[in-house]
């Protein structure tokens, strides 16, 4: 499986020629969905979801379908009727030849007065999991963990606990493009010294072989 990094919290995975996406939203590339076989959407807020983009996608490729929850399916079921599947917690499902779980049910706590949206992640393959905007631990062993690094829910010591909780075989920085250049060496090297597994991020358009 091949593992690109787009902006933010958007990753591409390929595998046997056909191409899974996570979460293009406004802060990933114009192009995030562009080519998808199949996209999953963790949640409603705009930097995960954007609908605009995702309709192109789905015009472009009459084959693509998108899996997500019920406050983003609602927005894009109309216009795509039969190519946009609700899921949640406990779901599995095939889409684009790779395998899925379903975990989670809640955003994190951005503060007590901001009422909490629904969330999901994603579990591909047994493999790689995407929590979306949550510290979703998925109850069962994971290689790759897509760490939702630097957000206004979070702390990094939050994070660090996160990571030891999971215990992936390796952690891939997402949710990033709020933390600047000055603070990216604090965060590897905290992480990487306190979350007890091997840390590491990608530039955004690199990729890695898992």
């Not at 899996?67 to 190519?83: I, K, Y």
């Not at 606990?161 to 604090?186: F, G, M, N």
């Amino acid at each position: 499986m091949k593992l690109t990094k787009k902006s933010h919290a958007c990753i591409r995975l390929e595998k046997d020629g056909r191409t899974l996406v996570i979460d293009p939203g406004n802060f990933s590339e114009q192009d995030a969905a562009a080519g998808a076989d199949a996209v999953l959407v963790t949640h409603e807020h705009p930097d995960h979801f954007d609908g605009e983009r995702l309709r192109t996608a789905l015009e472009a490729n009459p084959g693509a379908e998108i899996w997500t929850l019920r406050s983003v399916a609602d927005q894009l079921s109309a216009a795509f009727p039969g190519r946009v599947h609700t899921v949640g917690h406990g779901d599995t499902f095939s889409a684009a030849g790779f395998d899925v779980q379903v975990h989670g049910e809640l955003h994190a706590v951005i503060h007590p007065d901001i009422p909490r949206i629904t969330n999901v992640g994603y579990l591909v393959d047994g493999s790689v999991f995407h929590p979306g905007d949550a510290l979703t631990v998925p109850g069962q062993p994971v290689e790759t963990l897509l760490l939702p690094v630097m957000a206004p829910w979070s702390k990094i010591s939050e994070v660090i606990d996160y990571v030891r909780e999971v215990k992936p075989r390796r952690a891939i920085d997402i949710h990033d493009a709020l933390l600047t250049d000055l603070a990216r060496p604090i965060y590897d090297r905290q992480i990487g010294a306190l979350g007890g597994t091997d840390h590491s991020r990608l530039t955004p358009g690199d990729s890695a072989e898992l």
